[in-house]
C-alpha cells in the first residue's frame, strides 16, 4: 500500500471510519423552499460515498429556520425531517461510508434570507461589514432557545440513525459571530473576554451532550485564526491560533470528540476556500444578492466595473497568500490545535488533494485526518485513485472557485470547463445529480 497512514482506519471516541480522508461540508440549493429534503441531495452525497471517502460531513445544515442563509437547504429543525435524513444516511451507509451532519446556524450572515425572517439574529446588533447584512443582537432568551435547538438537531440526527453531528463554530456564523473578538461587540455574560465569547457554543455542547449522551460523535469546525482584517484594514483582526486552541481545550473538556480546522471569519473568505476570485461569474449570481445587504448594490457595481473589478481581485488574491501556498495551507493552525488538545483527532481542511501531501500532514503530527470539498468536486472518485496508486488527478482542481460563486443560485458542481472536453458535457455532469428522482 502506497499511502499506508492515509489508509488507515481513524478512531473517534464514538466513531471509526475506514481512512483518513472526510469530504467536508458542501452547500447547495438542492431541496425544497421549505427546507424540507429532496432527492438531489441524497444522488449528490452519494457520489462521494461512492468514491471512497471515510465519512461524509454535510453542507451546512439549519437547526431554526431563523438560522437559514440560503432557501432550498434541507434543515433539521423539526421532526419531520428526520425520515429525510434517514433515507440520505441509509443511502450512504450502503458504500460503506459514515455520514455527520454539520449543525448550523447563519447568524447575520445570510446570501438570500427566506420570507419567513427578513431579519437575522447575531451576538451584534451591526450589519456585517462586507455585504451590509442587517441583524439584531440576541435576547438572552433567544440564546437559549437556540441552544435548544441545536441539542434538538442533535437528537433528530442521532434519531435518524446518521453516525454524528459537527457544530459549524467556523467561517463566520452564528457560532463564529459568539467566539470572534471582531465581531462580539456584547457587554453582558457572552460578550468580553474569551471566556464569555465562549460561553455560546459551550452551552450548546452541553445542552447536546445531555441531550444524547456521551456515545454519540460530535465535532466541532473551527475559524482558528480569524483574518478578520483581510479585505477591511480597519476591522479589528479577530481571534488568533492562541484564543482558538483555549477555545478547543474548553470544548474537549466539555465533551467535544475532534476538532475540524479551518480559518476566515466570513464565508467566503480570501482563504477560505482559497483560490481564485472568477468576478466574471461572481457577476452572473450576485445580483440575486442585490436586496440582501446595505452594500451589496454597492459591491455589485463595483464588480461591474473593470477597473474596480481588477482593483478587488487583486486584493483578494494578495490576502490569501501565494497559490503554491493553498494546498494543506490550514496545515500550521491544525497542528497548533493538535498540541493542545492532545487526545481527541484534528481534521484539516484547505486545498488538500494530493496523497503524499496527505499522508505527510498525518505522519508529521500536523493532525489525524483531512476534510476536502472542491477537489472531491473535481474528481467525486479521488480517494480511489489514490488507492489505485495515482498521487494526484491528471485533471485536478484548479481552485477557480467556479462552483462557489455559482452555489447560491445555481446547481452544485464544477464549473471549470476548461476541465471538460466540451460545455455540454459540463453542464451533463452538473445536472446528473438530478437523476434518480426517487425521493418523495
Ligand atoms: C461550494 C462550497 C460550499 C461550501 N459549503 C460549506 C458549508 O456548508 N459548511 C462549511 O463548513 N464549509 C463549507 N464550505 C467549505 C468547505 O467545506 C472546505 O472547508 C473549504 O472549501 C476548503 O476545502 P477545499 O480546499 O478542499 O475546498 C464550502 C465550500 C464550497 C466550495
Ligand atoms: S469549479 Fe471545479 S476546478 Fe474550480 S474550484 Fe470548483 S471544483 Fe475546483
Not at 454535510?58 to 440560503?70: A, D, E, T
Not at 478578520?228 to 481571534?239: K, Q, V
Amino acid at each position: 500500500m502506497l499511502y499506508p497512514t492515509l489508509f488507515s482506519p481513524l478512531k473517534f471516541p464514538a466513531l471509526e471510519i475506514k481512512n483518513r480522508v472526510l469530504r467536508s461540508n458542501i452547500a447547495g440549493r438542492f431541496d425544497n423552499y421549505d427546507g424540507s429534503g429532496a432527492q438531489p441531495r441524497i444522488n449528490w452525497e452519494v457520489k462521494f460515498a461512492r468514491g471512497g471517502v471515510g465519512a461524509i460531513i454535510s453542507s451546512f445544515v439549519p437547526v431554526h429556520p431563523r438560522g437559514r442563509i440560503l432557501p432550498n437547504y434541507a434543515t433539521i429543525h423539526s421532526d419531520d425531517r428526520i425520515p429525510f435524513w434517514k433515507a440520505l444516511g441509509e443511502a450512504v451507509h450502503a458504500h460503506d461510508c459514515k455520514y455527520i451532519l454539520q449543525l448550523s446556524h447563519g447568524g447575520r450572515q445570510r446570501d438570500i434570507p427566506t420570507i419567513d425572517y427578513p431579519l437575522g439574529l447575531s451576538s451584534t446588533a451591526k450589519k456585517d461589514p462586507l455585504h451590509g447584512f442587517e441583524c439584531e443582537a440576541m435576547t438572552l432568551a433567544q440564546i437559549k432557545e437556540t441552544v435548544t435547538a441545536f441539542a434538538e438537531g442533535a437528537r433528530r440526527a442521532r434519531e435518524a440513525g446518521l453516525d454524528g453531528v459537527e457544530l459549524h463554530g467556523a467561517n463566520g456564523y452564528l457560532i463564529t459571530q459568539f467566539l470572534s473578538s471582531g465581531i462580539n461587540d456584547r457587554d453582558d455574560e457572552y460578550g468580553g473576554v474569551l471566556a464569555n465569547r465562549a460561553r455560546f457554543v459551550r452551552e450548546i455542547v452541553q445542552a447536546i451532550r445531555a441531550r444524547v449522551g456521551r456515545d454519540f460523535h460530535l465535532q466541532m469546525k473551527i475559524s482558528a485564526t480569524e483574518y478578520n482584517d483581510a479585505l477591511l484594514p480597519d476591522e479589528p483582526p479577530g481571534n488568533t491560533i492562541d484564543d482558538s486552541t483555549q477555545v478547543c481545550q474548553w470544548l474537549r473538556d466539555d465533551g467535544v470528540d475532534a476538532i475540524h480546522v479551518s480559518s476566515g471569519s466570513a464565508f467566503p473568505h480570501p482563504r477560505n476556500p482559497a483560490g481564485d476570485l472568477p468576478v466574471d461569474e461572481l457577476l452572473k449570481t450576485y445580483d440575486s444578492l442585490i436586496s440582501s445587504g446595505a452594500l451589496t448594490l454597492r459591491n455589485y457595481l463595483l464588480f461591474r466595473g473593470k477597473i474596480t473589478s481588477a482593483l478587488f481581485k487583486n486584493r483578494w488574491e494578495m490576502a490569501r497568500g501565494p497559490r503554491e501556498h493553498i494546498e494543506g495551507l490550514n496545515r500550521p493552525d491544525a497542528r497548533a490545535i493538535k498540541n493542545a488538545v492532545g487526545t481527541i483527532p484534528v481534521i484539516c481542511t484547505g486545498g488538500f488533494q494530493t496523497a503524499a501531501i496527505i499522508e505527510d500532514a498525518i505522519v508529521r503530527g500536523d493532525c489525524d485526518a483531512v476534510s476536502i470539498a472542491r477537489p472531491l468536486i473535481a474528481n467525486n472518485d479521488l480517494v480511489q485513485q489514490f488507492a489505485r496508486g495515482i498521487g494526484r488527478p491528471a485533471n485536478p482542481c484548479t481552485y477557480c472557485n467556479r462552483c462557489l460563486v455559482n452555489a447560491p443560485e445555481n446547481p452544485l458542481g464544477c464549473y471549470d470547463e476548461s476541465r471538460f472536453p466540451s460545455r455540454d458535457v459540463m453542464i451533463q455532469e452538473i445536472l446528473s445529480v438530478y437523476t434518480p428522482q426517487a425521493f418523495q
